[in-house]
């Protein structure tokens, strides 16, 4: 079964530094995209980039990268230079074939992640 | 344009009230999805409409009524709502049929119910 998890409920980071935002995903499907979400406090899921599992090289959007390691099974979000509205609910969440053809092409989440940054 | 939006933004009713949620994109998708969400939780999906046509229904109870009158407009209709249905509602467009590519998300309508 599809499942997405991220196992920092919370992260403290100082402005100006990077942070490693993690998640691991579980899917048997070789076709599948990696997203990643921002939700700020006002509830807006604003999203920040996307990896499809057949992309050579990782995704990177400004600021936020993401270091795929498909092997792992991980898909970790790198923000640089963190900034204090960077404070927000961070979620990573899947979709596959499986999730395309039969469930509507519904996004798996994981639990998220609340960054707050300090100045 | 990639904007999904969604109107009220607030809403707060009475458990015998009757309210719609709207929601709007103009960037040809598809594919339109309900989703509701609690305070520090994941979305949880509640509806998905393919091609205007109701393709996924989460075991939702009868009192939260979706419709999609034409591919740019969804709508979900409230009524005799429980206060535990107070939460985020949001809505979500995004291409059918392929892996690739966002799903969109509006801002959201705060709902609470007295």
């Known amino acids: 079964a599809q499942k997405i998890t991220q196992t920092q409920p919370g992260m403290f980071v100082q402005e100006k530094e990077a942070v490693t935002l993690d998640c691991t995903y579980d899917?048997?499907?070789?076709?599948?995209?990696l997203f990643w979400y921002k939700q700020p406090s006002s509830g807006e899921m604003i999203f920040l980039i996307y990896q499809g599992s057949y992309d050579q090289q990782n995704a990177t959007e400004g600021r936020y990268s993401l270091n795929f390691q498909k092997a792992r099974k991980s898909a970790n979000l790198v923000i640089s230079a963190s900034q204090l509205g960077d404070s927000a609910m961070y979620f990573c969440a899947m979709r596959d074939a499986y999730t395309i053809y039969n469930q509507g092409g519904k996004l798996i989440f994981g639990q998220g992640t609340e960054l707050s940054v300090k100045p | 344009d990639t904007e999904v939006t969604q109107t009220p933004k607030h809403l707060v009713m009475g458990m015998t009230n009757k309210k719609s949620l709207k929601c709007e994109q103009h960037m040809g998708h598809r594919a339109m999805y309900w989703y509701k969400q609690k305070a520090k939780k994941p979305p949880e999906l509640m509806f998905v409409?393919?091609?205007?046509?109701?393709?996924i229904n989460e075991s939702v109870p009868s009192r939260f009524s979706p419709e999609c009158p034409n591919s740019s407009l969804l709508n979900l209709h409230l009524h005799a709502l429980q206060p535990e249905d107070s939460a985020l509602y949001l809505c979500?467009?995004?291409?059918?049929?392929?892996?690739?590519?966002?799903?969109?998300f509006g801002p959201g309508t705060r709902l609470t119910v007295l």
């Open positions: 979500a467009s995004s291409q059918v049929g392929t892996s690739l590519g966002e799903q969109f």
């Open positions: 409409y393919s091609y205007e046509k109701l393709s």
């Open positions: 899917t048997s499907d070789p076709s599948y995209g």
